[in-house]
């Protein structure tokens, strides 16, 4: 069974870098499931899909944060890593990383695997 963990740092001041990191246990990000994603979901809102990393390494990003987001692998350890640059007061969600066969899903069922996710504030 494929499980994900986040982490990274649940405070970042407003127009810095945050980083996250999900690292994978019971499968392989190169060949487990096709794609390796982060989503987001800001409190009271729906999920938003970031973007993802696929199996042989190829990376999309949602249009709206392209300018400001970078997500990255480690196949030596398994991990794969979502940096959001500049944050700004509407970035403050729970990330999740996710694992599965449908590309930009959001929903529970279109990702196998999740994360538990990991809360991200932006003190104002």
């Known amino acids: 069974q494929v499980q994900l963990q986040e982490s990274g740092p649940g405070l970042v001041k407003p127009s810095q870098t945050v980083s996250l990191t999900c690292t994978v246990s019971?499968?392989?990000?190169?060949?487990?499931?096709?794609?390796w994603s982060w989503i987001r979901q800001p409190s009271g809102k729906d999920k938003e899909w970031l973007g993802a990393?696929?199996?042989?390494?190829?990376?999309y990003y949602t249009p709206s944060l392209k300018s400001r987001i970078s997500i990255s692998r480690d196949t030596s350890k398994n991990q794969f890593t979502l940096q959001l640059s500049s944050v700004i007061p509407e970035d403050p969600a729970v990330y999740y990383c996710?694992?599965?066969?449908?590309?930009?899903?959001?929903?529970?069922?279109?990702?196998?695997?999740w994360g538990q996710g990991t809360q991200v504030t932006v003190p104002s």
């Open positions: 019971g499968g392989s990000i190169t060949s487990a499931y096709p794609y």
């Open positions: 990393i696929t199996e042989s390494g190829s990376i």
């Open positions: 996710a694992a599965g066969e449908v590309f930009g899903g959001t929903a529970r069922s279109e990702n196998k695997s």
